[in-house]
């Protein structure tokens, strides 16, 4: 992509191409030649920083004016503070020393190979071209990426001894050992060991594998003999991903330095045919401060070359005072809030921001099944066949599933309230419409409506949650957070019931609309925002429609500089759909889809069989719906408590302290053990409950007895299914609500089936084979789990993260 992105900025200025214009423009004007060398320069910037926006699929930022060169290319690689949007600077810093490091390495590979096409009389950028691809080989820049790989694969110190014999024996590669020219310790190791020192995020457990490896080949003789010490690509590969870069990068990243260097060597061979480079030239590059367009640009599209010749014009403006003192290393540059807490909203505060949330998520739910007593008295009114009223509960499950694909990636641009704004607009609207109507197209399409408004808010309820709280604490308030979309199918089936006895069908939809717009309005109000990428912790003061009547009533107050305003993109369906394929939140997505298939399998067939079994009417078999909902409420909290007490427990193996409301990396930790040691046992306990419940009904059990049941599995089934939903927002915490999406696709889904699926199945296999037949569907997701559990924290220490590629910090 670097390549293509070159050669495109070259297809856009033919005027830098000798052979279209003079042959020898570069060796006889070298203002020119220096113009061209500084837009290259400024070209490479920006296309890496687009190239590396797109492979994690975030926005690009435009440069700043008031930055230095380094600090755009943080900016527009998205290395930045979600809340400020402004680079971290000591990340900034130790990038800049290490690019001191890199900026010039002599008659290097990628140097050769830009001087050997220099020799035809092409451009700097046909150079630069050449010496991207060569520079990519893993024994030139790509030697950092593979040390990088080489490290993960060996997994732990204590495999140091076998691998090195490995290396004796020929049989592996020890990228980073060994130097052209250096046939001693690297000089550069020693500085690079003191940038590394200043970085918060460097990867320990890998370090101490490096260590290691340094450790047995200072006293081992094959080495000596060779002259195999680390090099600079050896430890250099910490500082790219202590800073952010993810492993298959680095070498893109190490081109932003070394672009330094080439230039420069190429500028000499042209301009002086001399093939070897002189400190003052390649000094006065380094030390070149790029600036470019305003960020806030609001004519037509600008184009790369309008970006570079922009960067490579500026005079470089230095944002420290004239007289300071301060160089790279002093405590100036130390981040001003190491102990920053991950949100400022008290317990208090956060308990009723999650409470509001799951209030919220718990209209998709119940109107949902608030429906379902309704449905003759439906069918009877608009003169259709049952099963065509079933299409309308179809279409609401599908909708349920797909419309989060949009409110999620939304929700993670623009901010929560935006989201509940737009998604209580619709539903309000949709359930007045529904309220008036009285034909069957109307009501399918209505229906479909009023589930697109609804759906969005139960992803939304868990992206709140992962907002504001850690993933210490994650377990409880997460739990708390689906209690709406816990308790509302319980309730929902008794609410519709009185309703349409005593007021008509046509009340359902009077009530949601009235509940809904009651519930809307102090939430319009008063409800904050608390996007991480809007207002960072809660610290940075929102603008627009993220902004509640709080904020405005605290305008005085001193805070933060309100964020800038955001540049939201189309929602894309795309984002959610790709979390299906990665491992391991693929296979968490399958298994929890297929615990809420299997919660759908009891109690869609409550009212067919309790009616059948005891005689129930309509009302007594909404009340057998209350001790589904209290096994999930009872669930939700004592297993949250559980969930939060195993994380801390297995965060102490590590030795490390945990900081209540701080950011924690868990790079370190496999925290999908952590998750699953109480959730697979939930979920095969889920699996037994299913199968006793159905060999007890067919024999008709006491009704006590059989509602203990539905208690029970209700309990287990919604406690596995929230500790996959914690373990799916601890991997992508970044982005929630599109993570929280793609689970809703998998659940809604599955759940449909199910629901359609139950009937028709007792009917052909009998109770008793039907729910064995759904346990055995719920067993299968045994071994998902257990591949979780045992590959999960390999595959994420593999991949660095699977959504952004990387997320060294974890809060």
Same mark, same amino acid.
């Given at each position: 992509?670097?390549?293509?992105?070159?050669?495109?900025?070259?297809?856009?200025? +033919?005027?830098?191409?000798?052979?279209?214009?003079?042959?020898?423009?570069?060796?006889?004007?070298?203002?020119?030649?220096?113009?061209?060398?500084?837009?290259?320069?400024?070209?490479?910037?920006?296309?890496?920083?687009?190239?590396?926006?797109?492979? *994690?699929?975030?926005?690009?930022?435009?440069?700043?004016?008031?930055?230095?060169?380094?600090?755009?290319?943080?900016?527009?690689?998205?290395?930045?503070?979600?809340?400020?949007?402004?680079?971290?600077?000591?990340?900034?810093?130790?990038?800049?020393?290490?690019?001191?490091?890199?900026?010039?390495?002599?008659?290097?590979?990628?140097?050769?190979?830009?001087?050997?096409?220099?020799?035809?009389?092409?451009?700097?950028?046909?150079?630069?071209?050449?010496?991207?691809?060569?520079?990519?080989?893993?024994?030139?820049?790509?030697?950092?990426?593979?040390?990088?790989?080489?490290?993960?694969?060996?997994?732990?110190?204590?495999?140091?001894?076998?691998?090195?014999?490995?290396?004796?024996?020929?049989?592996?590669?020890?990228?980073?050992?060994?130097?052209?020219?250096?046939?001693?310790?690297?000089?550069?190791?020693?500085?690079?060991?003191?940038?590394?020192?200043?970085?918060?995020?460097?990867?320990?457990?890998?370090?101490?594998?490096?260590?290691?490896?340094?450790?047995?080949?200072?006293?081992?003789?094959?080495?000596?003999?060779?002259?195999?010490?680390?090099?600079?690509?050896?430890?250099?590969?910490?500082?790219?991903?202590?800073?952010?870069?993810?492993?298959?990068?680095?070498?893109?990243?190490?081109?932003?330095?070394?672009?330094?260097?080439?230039?420069?060597?190429?500028?000499?061979?042209?301009?002086?045919?001399?093939?070897?480079?002189?400190?003052?030239?390649?000094?006065?590059?380094?030390?070149?401060?790029?600036?470019?367009?305003?960020?806030?640009?609001? #004519?037509?599209?600008?184009?790369?070359?309008?970006?570079?010749? @922009?960067?490579?014009?500026?005079?470089?403006? @230095?944002?420290?005072?004239?007289?300071?003192?301060?160089?790279?290393?002093?405590?100036?540059?130390?981040?001003?809030?190491?102990?920053? +807490?991950?949100?400022?909203?008290?317990?208090?505060?956060?308990?009723?921001?999650?409470?509001?949330?799951?209030?919220?998520?718990? !209209?998709?739910?119940?109107?949902?099944?608030?429906?379902?007593?309704?449905?003759?008295?439906?069918?009877?009114?608009?003169?259709?066949?049952?099963?065509?009223?079933? %299409?309308?509960?179809?279409?609401?499950?599908?909708?349920?599933?797909?419309?989060?694909?949009?409110?999620?990636? !939304?929700?993670?641009?623009?901010?929560?309230?935006?989201?509940?704004?737009?998604?209580?607009?619709?539903?309000?609207?949709?359930?007045?419409?529904?309220?008036?109507?009285?034909?069957?197209?109307? *009501?399918?399409?209505?229906?479909?409506?009023?589930?697109?408004?609804?759906? #969005?808010?139960?992803?939304?309820?868990?992206?709140?949650?992962?907002?504001?709280?850690?993933?210490?604490?994650?377990?409880?308030?997460?739990?708390?957070?689906?209690?709406?979309?816990?308790?509302?199918?319980?309730?929902?089936?008794?609410?519709?019931?009185?309703?349409?006895?005593?007021?008509?069908?046509?009340?359902?939809?009077?009530?949601?609309?009235?509940?809904?717009?009651?519930?809307?309005?102090?939430?319009?109000?008063?409800?904050?925002?608390?996007?991480?990428?809007?207002?960072?912790?809660?610290?940075?003061?929102?603008?627009?429609?993220?902004?509640?009547?709080?904020?405005?009533?605290?305008?005085?107050?001193?805070?933060?500089?309100?964020?800038?305003?955001?540049?939201?993109?189309?929602?894309?369906?795309?984002?959610?759909?790709?979390?299906?394929?990665?491992?391991?939140?693929?296979?968490?997505?399958?298994?929890?889809?297929? %615990?809420?298939?299997?919660?759908?399998?009891?109690?869609?067939?409550?009212?067919?069989?309790?009616?059948?079994?005891?005689?129930?009417?309509?009302?007594?078999?909404? *009340?057998?719906?209350?001790?589904?909902? *209290?096994?999930?409420?009872?669930?939700?909290?004592?297993?949250?408590?559980?969930?939060?007490?195993?994380?801390?427990?297995?965060?102490?193996?590590?030795?490390?302290?945990?900081?209540?409301?701080?950011?924690?990396?868990?790079?370190?930790?496999?925290?999908?053990?952590?998750? %699953?040691?109480?959730?697979?046992?939930?979920?095969?306990?889920?699996?037994?409950?299913?199968?006793?419940?159905?060999?007890?009904?067919?024999?008709?059990?006491?009704?006590?007895?059989?509602?203990?049941?539905?208690?029970?599995?209700?309990?287990?089934?919604?406690?596995?299914?929230?500790?996959?939903?914690?373990?799916?927002?601890?991997?992508?915490?970044?982005?929630?609500?599109?993570?929280?999406?793609?689970?809703?696709?998998?659940?809604?889904?599955?759940?449909?089936?199910?629901?359609?699926?139950?009937?028709?199945?007792?009917?052909?296999?009998?109770?008793?084979?039907?729910?064995?037949?759904?346990?055995?569907?719920?067993?299968?997701?045994?071994?998902?789990?257990?591949?979780?559990?045992?590959?999960?924290?390999?595959?994420?220490?593999?991949?660095?993260?699977?959504?952004? #590629?990387?997320?060294?910090?974890? +809060?």
């Amino acid at each position: 992509m670097l390549l293509a992105g070159l050669s495109a900025y070259l297809a856009f200025l +033919p005027d830098v191409i000798p052979a279209n214009t003079n042959a020898t423009m570069y060796q006889t004007d070298p203002i020119h030649a220096d113009r061209v060398i500084l837009q290259t320069v400024a070209a490479y910037a920006v296309i890496f920083g687009a190239v590396r926006c797109h492979r *994690l699929g975030i926005a690009w930022r435009a440069p700043s004016l008031d930055q230095s060169y380094y600090e755009n290319v943080f900016t527009m690689a998205g290395l930045v503070d979600p809340a400020s949007g402004i680079p971290d600077p000591v990340r900034v810093s130790c990038f800049r020393r290490f690019g001191n490091l890199n900026a010039e390495h002599g008659m290097a590979l990628s140097v050769f190979t830009a001087l050997v096409t220099a020799s035809s009389l092409t451009d700097p950028v046909s150079g630069l071209i050449a010496a991207v691809a060569a520079a990519h080989g893993p024994l030139h820049f790509g030697a950092t990426e593979s040390a990088q790989r080489t490290l993960r694969a060996i997994g732990d110190a204590t495999n140091v001894p076998a691998f090195m014999e490995k290396v004796r024996a020929g049989n592996e590669k020890l990228f980073g050992y060994g130097h052209r020219t250096y046939k001693g310790m690297d000089p550069r190791v020693n500085p690079i060991r003191s940038i590394l020192s200043d970085l918060r995020d460097v990867n320990q457990p890998l370090l101490q594998i490096a260590e290691a490896i340094e450790t047995a080949a200072e006293k081992d003789e094959y080495f000596h003999k060779r002259g195999l010490y680390p090099n600079a690509d050896f430890y250099g590969n910490f500082v790219f991903t202590g800073i952010g870069f993810e492993p298959d990068i680095i070498p893109g990243a190490m081109l932003v330095h070394r672009i330094i260097g080439i230039m420069a060597h190429w500028r000499e061979y042209t301009g002086m045919k001399q093939i070897t480079s002189r400190a003052f030239k390649v000094g006065a590059l380094a030390a070149y401060k790029m600036q470019s367009i305003e960020a806030n640009y609001s #004519g037509p599209p600008i184009s790369i070359q309008d970006i570079a010749f @922009s960067m490579s014009s500026q005079e470089s403006q @230095s944002t420290l005072p004239q007289d300071s003192t301060v160089d790279e290393s002093t405590p100036l540059l130390a981040d001003s809030t190491p102990n920053q +807490p991950y949100s400022v909203f008290t317990p208090s505060q956060k308990r009723l921001i999650i409470l509001t949330a799951a209030l919220a998520s718990s !209209f998709s739910p119940l109107s949902a099944n608030i429906y379902y007593p309704a449905l003759n008295s439906i069918a009877a009114d608009l003169h259709v066949s049952t099963s065509k009223i079933n %299409l309308t509960i179809t279409t609401y499950m599908i909708c349920q599933g797909l419309a989060p694909m949009l409110t999620g990636s !939304f929700a993670d641009q623009a901010g929560r309230r935006p989201a509940y704004i737009v998604c209580f607009a619709i539903y309000i609207l949709g359930n007045v419409a529904l309220g008036i109507q009285h034909s069957f197209p109307a *009501l399918l399409i209505l229906r479909a409506v009023q589930s697109c408004g609804s759906s #969005g808010t139960v992803a939304l309820a868990s992206a709140v949650a992962a907002d504001i709280v850690t993933s210490v604490e994650r377990g409880l308030y997460m739990g708390f957070s689906s209690l709406g979309n816990i308790l509302a199918p319980s309730l929902g089936p008794v609410l519709g019931g009185i309703l349409s006895k005593y007021f008509g069908w046509h009340a359902i939809f009077w009530f949601l609309a009235i509940a809904a717009g009651t519930f809307f309005v102090p939430l319009l109000c008063f409800f904050p925002e608390t996007c991480r990428g809007v207002v960072g912790n809660g610290s940075v003061s929102p603008v627009g429609w993220n902004r509640s009547l709080r904020n405005y009533l605290q305008e005085s107050a001193p805070c933060s500089p309100p964020s800038n305003v955001r540049r939201v993109q189309i929602p894309n369906p795309c984002a959610t759909l790709r979390l299906l394929s990665h491992r391991p939140v693929g296979l968490v997505l399958l298994a929890n889809g297929v %615990l809420f298939s299997s919660y759908y399998a009891v109690t869609t067939a409550i009212p067919p069989l309790f009616k059948h079994t005891y005689g129930l009417d309509d009302m007594e078999i909404g *009340l057998c719906f209350l001790p589904a909902g *209290l096994g999930s409420l009872v669930s939700a909290t004592i297993n949250g408590v559980l969930v939060d007490w195993n994380y801390r427990r297995v965060w102490r193996t590590t030795g490390q302290t945990i900081h209540k409301n701080q950011k924690l990396d868990i790079v370190g930790i496999p925290i999908e053990q952590a998750r %699953l040691q109480i959730g697979l046992p939930m979920a095969i306990l889920a699996s037994v409950s299913i199968c006793i419940y159905g060999v007890l009904i067919p024999k008709h059990p006491p009704l006590p007895l059989a509602l203990f049941m539905v208690f029970i599995i209700c309990f287990c089934i919604t406690a596995a299914y929230n500790v996959m939903n914690i373990l799916v927002v601890d991997l992508y915490y970044n982005t929630p609500a599109t993570a929280m999406a793609a689970n809703n696709l998998v659940r809604c889904f599955l759940g449909a089936g199910s629901a359609a699926a139950v009937g028709p199945l007792i009917k052909r296999a009998g109770i008793k084979w039907a729910y064995i037949l759904v346990a055995g569907e719920l067993a299968v997701v045994v071994p998902l789990l257990v591949i979780v559990y045992s590959k999960g924290w390999e595959w994420r220490k593999a991949q660095d993260n699977p959504e952004t #590629g990387h997320q060294p910090h974890e +809060p």
